[in-house]
């Protein structure tokens, strides 16, 4: 049975980003609408008549305020450190409101069957000392005042339906990252590993070895389990320990007789499940300076190789050391597989993992444990 894919595995129904807006905005006001009844309602504020045109006043301008916010507002230019434009935002909000409330008013005092207690107080809120307040700091500052006690459920709401929708977005390109980073150490096994195995093969096809089917046949198990079984989100323990065995067993096959590899897994790979190609970048690096031409290093000098994996039902540890005889400035940490690995292990399991590299002139040392779930 093939192994599940990416695809597979999400859900087969998914919104689109506008219609899941959508939902969260008519959830939202059906809450705020229930805020508002429940507000105009209250013991000392009440009208014998329907309040739904006052509710329906204060609705409009929560839309308006919340869109603001949420779109605008703190993404644009709040959080971009566009203060000036944030306020400016601000303060058109407050005379928004102000215009708003003044012609919604005035509509419903001149088209509405309001009872008296009603049309009292929508003149005395919003249309009385209209063009007084609307000109004064002072009474800007009043309506604010007046406005902070009705809009600040749905201010609070609107900072919170931003982080709601920001930490989804973060997730979307948490996602979209791993993604990319499994692609690009799929790309990575490797460009300048598979020139010097290609290289290698060509030598012993060339002399007649009886090693060159064998590395062929490894050749071609790594670049099947690569290209075919890395696309799930996780893949079986074992075929993950399988793919690193036949990598060494191809490393033994190119390197010199001075070039000493040792393997062993200990405990048993059955039903854990790992994140593909986890653990092949902290092994491949180990080899770099065998292939750089660059130092003072050289393929025949002697160097000794150890990995050893650690697997039971709950965690697996990977332990590599390299030993040389010549001397290397410390740089494993930094290689950019390497790097881009420890970020996998943050984004995939984080919390459940730990990663100690020592590194010196002449030895390397790797430990990392991964909690599976």
Same mark, same amino acid.
């Given at each position: 049975?093939?192994?599940?894919t990416?695809?597979?595995? @999400?859900?087969?129904?998914?919104?689109?980003?506008?219609?899941?807006a959508?939902?969260?905005?008519?959830?939202?006001? #059906?809450?705020?609408?229930?805020?508002?009844?429940?507000?105009?309602?209250?013991?000392?504020?009440?009208?014998?008549?329907?309040?739904?045109? *006052?509710?329906?006043?204060?609705?409009?301008?929560? $839309?308006?305020?919340?869109n603001?916010?949420?779109?605008?507002?703190?993404?644009?230019?709040?959080?971009?450190g566009?203060?000036?434009?944030?306020l400016?935002?601000?303060?058109?909000?407050?005379?928004?409101?102000?215009?708003?409330?003044?012609?919604?008013?005035?509509?419903?005092? !001149?088209?509405?069957?309001l009872?008296?207690?009603?049309?009292?107080?929508?003149?005395?809120?919003?249309? !009385? =000392?209209f063009?007084?307040?609307?000109?004064?700091?002072?009474?800007?500052l009043?309506?604010?005042?007046?406005?902070?006690? #009705?809009?600040?459920?749905?201010?609070?709401?609107?900072?919170?339906?931003?982080?709601?929708? $920001?930490?989804?977005?973060?997730?979307?390109?948490?996602?979209?990252?791993?993604?990319?980073?499994?692609?690009?150490l799929?790309?990575?096994?490797?460009?300048?590993?598979?020139?010097?195995?290609?290289?290698?093969?060509?030598?012993?096809?060339?002399?007649?070895?009886?090693?060159?089917?064998?590395?062929?046949?490894?050749l071609?198990?790594?670049?099947?389990?690569?290209?075919?079984?890395? =696309?799930?989100?996780?893949?079986?323990?074992?075929?993950?320990?399988?793919?690193?065995?036949?990598?060494?067993?191809?490393?033994?096959? @190119?390197?010199?007789?001075?070039?000493?590899?040792?393997?062993?897994?200990?405990? &048993?790979?059955?039903t854990?499940?790992?994140?593909?190609?986890?653990?092949?970048?902290?092994?491949?690096?180990?080899?770099?300076?065998?292939?750089?031409?660059?130092?003072?290093? *050289?393929?025949?000098q002697?160097?000794?190789?150890?990995?050893?994996?650690?697997?039971?039902?709950?965690?697996?540890? *990977?332990?590599l050391?390299?030993?040389?005889?010549?001397?290397?400035?410390?740089?494993y940490?930094? &290689?950019?597989?390497?790097?881009?690995?420890?970020?996998?292990?943050?984004?995939?399991?984080?919390?459940?993992?730990? !990663?100690?590299?020592?590194?010196? !002139?002449?030895?390397?040392?790797?430990?990392?444990?991964?909690?599976?779930?």
């Open positions: 049975m093939p192994a599940p990416l695809a597979s595995l @999400r859900p087969r129904f998914q919104l689109s980003t506008a219609a899941a959508g939902l969260l905005q008519l959830g939202l006001w #059906v809450v705020m609408l229930g805020f508002y009844f429940a507000w105009n309602n209250r013991p000392n504020f009440s009208f014998s008549g329907p309040i739904w045109p *006052l509710v329906l006043l204060q609705m409009g301008f929560a $839309v308006l305020l919340f603001a916010l949420v779109y605008l507002i703190i993404p644009h230019w709040l959080l971009r566009h203060y000036g434009r944030a400016l935002g601000a303060v058109g909000l407050l005379y928004a409101f102000q215009l708003w409330a003044y012609t919604c008013a005035r509509l419903a005092l !001149a088209f509405l069957p009872d008296a207690v009603m049309r009292r107080t929508l003149h005395a809120f919003y249309v !009385a =000392d063009w007084t307040m609307l000109l004064s700091p002072f009474g800007q009043q309506v604010l005042m007046g406005m902070l006690a #009705v809009f600040l459920f749905p201010v609070l709401i609107s900072f919170l339906a931003y982080t709601l929708v $920001v930490e989804r977005r973060r997730l979307h390109l948490e996602r979209h990252h791993l993604a990319l980073e499994l692609g690009f799929k790309s990575q096994i490797n460009p300048q590993f598979l020139f010097h195995t290609l290289g290698s093969l060509l030598r012993l096809t060339q002399t007649r070895d009886a090693r060159a089917p064998d590395v062929v046949l490894h071609a198990d790594l670049m099947r389990y690569t290209l075919y079984e890395t =696309d799930a989100e996780r893949v079986p323990l074992a075929r993950e320990l399988e793919f690193l065995e036949d990598y060494l067993a191809l490393e033994r096959l @190119r390197r010199p007789a001075t070039v000493e590899i040792a393997h062993t897994v200990s405990g &048993e790979a059955t854990q499940q790992l994140a593909p190609l986890l653990l092949h970048p902290f092994l491949e690096r180990l080899f770099a300076p065998l292939d750089d031409n660059d130092d003072d290093i *050289l393929p025949e002697p160097a000794r190789f150890t990995s050893h994996v650690q697997a039971n039902a709950a965690a697996v540890g *990977l332990i050391t390299r030993t040389s005889a010549a001397a290397r400035p410390p740089s940490r930094t &290689e950019p597989a390497v790097a881009a690995a420890l970020r996998r292990l943050a984004l995939q399991y984080p919390g459940r993992h730990t !990663a100690h590299i020592s590194e010196a !002139a002449h030895t390397l040392r790797v430990e990392i444990h991964i909690e599976l779930a």
